[in-house]
């Protein structure tokens, strides 16, 4: 039998600034890291990414046409404060309100995010986060957003503190690129939750009504031989690095004993400290709260096994499929080869993941409100037939994953709504145009949408709220 979603359900897309609305030196928009970083390491840039920044009429009514009632949007914060702080450019202001005025003429609600990657340059070449004063930045240019755009109901204040330490500071696919620094990865998380805590105190202080959250990328951790304690060991430390010390900082106020007993055998191994102040967790303690919601990111699960050796890592930005390697110094490594469907780029499609991970968060942060699925979703190279593309890998990745989600719910998680990465085809951080994950294909020349299968399919769900 079918399974189904609860009446109120938000069946969203997801986007993100950066990776949508191309334009990048329109309007006074001031420069981020990645503009620079993308044109000399990488074969392709955010021009014309999927020039939301003139198409967002037609994407906004798509989503109107096939029961897609949210969408989240990221502000970009160099459209607002071109430095960082400072001169606010009233264009890019202006153009956040036309965007927000459209999503509410289609019946989409906008869940907004802050912060998706994109630290203005300025900040960023100083330290970005490891820079404690991009944290009062960010908190300054929070409160503007707050007192400006008052039509927003939703605020997310980062997305994904995690993957963004790792991809700068342990694999270095993302600006500025440096490659296994364990120390710069769990500062940056601290800094970052510092700076989350302090825009969630500010919101609550400034008395709105709409709600206020951050979006984590747990990817679920599994040891290859759940046997082996030395396999439960490397599967425990990985989750303390992506998952527990940042939810700890969200939704305890500080660092459980088991979660700082790991992260001191990771810089034992690794070297490096951390500077973590009194003053931070007083900030972590008032916040944690007050967090209205939680949105999880869930791509995939990894199995890990014990690693007697240096870090070694390889990323596979091309979807070469098999050219993955990730092991760390201290840590463990990963395991390709088990008997699970993975992503032309080694990304482990085990839905079940997602459940275990909201298990854990209920379980372990029971004052967590409430959950939105913000992102989860397919990358795959989409043959283009017919003006549509045939995506049913797609769609039965989704579906896998709402039955789960369905699973969660009626075993007691308040799950309250899904944004599928992604809402139109957008390029990828780190892999390019070539990794599409769309309802709506888009012809990056020509920029027209072209529904894909599965847009026909998440629009039934949406309307009928069965998973068929
Ligand atoms: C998340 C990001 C998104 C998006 C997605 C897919 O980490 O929040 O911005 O990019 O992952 O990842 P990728 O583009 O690497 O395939």
Redesign the pocket.
């Known amino acids: 039998m079918s399974k189904s979603l609860p009446k109120d359900f938000i069946y969203g897309g ?1 986007t ?1 600034a ?2 949508a609305e191309g334009a990048v030196h329109t309007d006074g928009k001031g420069p981020v890291a990645w503009d620079k970083y993308l044109a000399e390491n990488y074969w392709y840039t955010a021009e014309p990414a999927s020039d939301f920044y003139h198409m967002y009429p037609v994407d906004l009514e798509l989503c109107e046409q096939f029961g897609i009632n949210g969408i989240r949007i990221s502000i970009a914060w160099s459209r607002i404060f071109p430095a960082g702080y400072g001169e606010v450019n009233p264009k890019g202001v202006d153009f956040y309100h036309r965007l927000f005025a459209e999503c509410h003429k289609r019946h989409v609600e906008p869940f907004v995010t802050l912060h ?2 994109d630290t203005p340059e300025a900040l960023h070449s100083a330290g970005d986060f490891l820079n404690r004063e991009t944290i009062d930045h960010f908190v300054e240019y929070a409160k503007f957003c707050f007192r400006e755009f008052k039509e927003v109901n939703y605020w997310t204040t980062f ?2 503190i995690g ?1 963004i330490g790792d991809g700068q500071y342990l694999v270095g696919k993302f600006p500025p690129g440096i490659r296994y620094d364990l120390a710069k990865v769990f500062q940056s998380h601290h800094n970052m939750m510092t700076a989350h805590a302090k825009a969630v105190l500010a919101y609550k202080k400034g008395g709105y009504t709409g709600e206020i959250g951050v ?1 984590h ?1 747990l990817p679920t951790k599994y040891p290859y031989d759940p046997e082996n304690p030395a396999d439960v060991r490397a599967a425990d430390l990985e989750d303390i690095i992506h998952n527990r010390f940042i939810l700890d900082a969200t939704y305890l106020g500080h660092y459980s004993d088991h979660t700082m007993e790991g992260v001191r055998h990771i810089l034992e191994a690794n070297g490096g400290t951390l500077d973590l102040r009194k003053e931070d967790f007083e900030v972590l303690t008032a916040a944690k709260d007050l967090n209205d919601f939680l949105g999880i ?1 869930y ?1 995939m699960s990894d199995w890990m096994r014990a690693y007697d050796g240096e870090t070694e890592i390889t990323h596979n930005a091309t979807g070469a499929k098999g050219g993955s390697v990730y092991r760390i110094k201290g840590v463990g490594q990963r395991e390709f080869d088990v008997d699970v469907p993975r992503t032309d ?1 080694d ?1 482990m499609i085990w839905p079940q993941g997602l459940y275990d991970q909201i298990m854990r968060v209920i379980h372990d942060y029971p004052n967590y409100k409430k959950i939105y699925i913000t ?1 989860n ?1 397919l ?1 795959y190279k989409d043959e283009f037939v017919d003006d549509t593309v045939y995506d049913d890998a797609r769609i039965d990745y989704i579906r896998q994953h709402l039955n789960v989600l369905s699973d969660a719910i009626r075993d007691g998680a308040n799950v309250k709504g899904y944004f599928l ?2 809402l139109m085809d ?6 390019g145009y070539e ?1 599409r ?1 769309g309802l709506f294909y888009v012809d990056f020349e020509t920029q027209k949408r072209y529904p894909k299968k599965s847009a026909y399919w998440y629009k039934k769900v949406a309307e009928t709220g069965v998973i068929e």
């Open positions: 997801a993100a950066y990776q998706h990657f997305n994904e993957p979006v990328a990111n791509y780029w990304w992102e979703g990358g990465w992604s957008v390029f990828s951080w780190s892999n990794k994950y």
